[in-house]
Nanobody, 124 residues
């Protein structure tokens, strides 16, 4: 079993920055592909950024150039640095993980483990 716990959400003005963290615990033997997803009220969940065990990444077009996904394997922590935030980035952000090594999909249905989420609110 793998447990994921997000933190770092909050309220920020348009143009501001936030860094989300996802602490990973449990049986991580062999490595996992991981990602960040978000869901705004009344909208479907969408993939934001994902990273595989080799460090390769995929970003949604709406965040490319503004968001950066990274991981610190020594700390078992996944990060999402969000810059130049826009009101349309407002959503609940979730961390996800899957034991497939090279999963670079932005489809949340392909990920096995999920955190509880952290809220990000961007005001104009």
């Amino acid at each position: 079993q793998v447990q994921l716990a997000e933190s770092g959400g909050g309220s920020v003005q348009s143009g501001g920055s936030l860094r989300l963290s996802c602490a990973v615990s449990g049986d991580m033997y062999g490595g996992y592909s991981m990602g960040w997803f978000r869901q705004a009220p009344g909208k479907e969940r969408e993939g934001v950024a994902v990273i595989d065990v080799y460090g390769r990444t995929t970003y949604a077009g709406s965040v490319k150039g503004r968001f950066t996904i990274s991981q610190d394997n020594a700390k078992n922590t996944l990060y999402l640095q969000m810059n130049s935030l826009k009101p349309e980035d407002t959503a609940m952000y979730y961390c996800a993980a899957d034991p497939k090594w090279s999963l670079l999909s932005l489809d949340g249905a392909e990920y096995k483990y999920w955190g509880q989420g952290t809220q990000v609110t961007v005001s104009s």
